[in-house]
């Protein structure tokens, strides 16, 4: 009777090199983005409904403080290594030309810092 090698499984795979710590990570950060899209639901129902001093209440409690921190921290990694990924799924070209990847890059990360402020300036401006 003859046994067929089976090498042990490494669960740690993706730690033995940075690009593919990076991308397991990026991968995992989608929870948070996750519960960033549930909480801004949540938040939207409450205004809605009429429940925005619970919604408040909710919020205001240190654990869920932390989840909110958490989650911003995981989203700005996940927006920025997602940002830094589009040269290498777009390629444009004008005229022939190959724009390079640092100017997609620069003009994802400025699109991005621009919308941000202007949802900034709508939000958090006098009533």
């Not at 983005?33 to 925005?52: E, H, K, P």
């Not at 004008?94 to 900034?120: C, E, F, K, T, Y």
Request: proline letters at 5%; a positive charge; glycine letters at 4%.
């Amino acid at each position: 009777m003859t046994t067929t090698y089976r090498p042990p499984r490494d669960n740690l795979w993706f730690v033995r090199t940075r690009h593919c710590a990076v991308f397991v990570l990026r991968e995992l950060t989608s929870v948070f983005v996750a519960w960033s899209i549930v909480f801004l639901l949540m938040f939207a129902d409450a205004v809605r409904g009429g429940g925005l001093q619970e919604f408040a209440a909710l919020a205001a409690r240190p654990w869920m403080i932390v989840i909110n921190v958490l989650a911003l921290a995981a989203t700005v990694f996940h927006t920025i290594t997602f940002l830094n990924l589009a040269p290498k799924a777009t390629v444009v070209r004008l005229d022939g030309w190959r724009v390079p990847a640092w100017m997609i890059q620069g003009g994802n990360h400025s699109a991005w810092v621009a919308i941000s402020l202007l949802i900034a300036y709508f939000v958090l401006r006098s009533p």
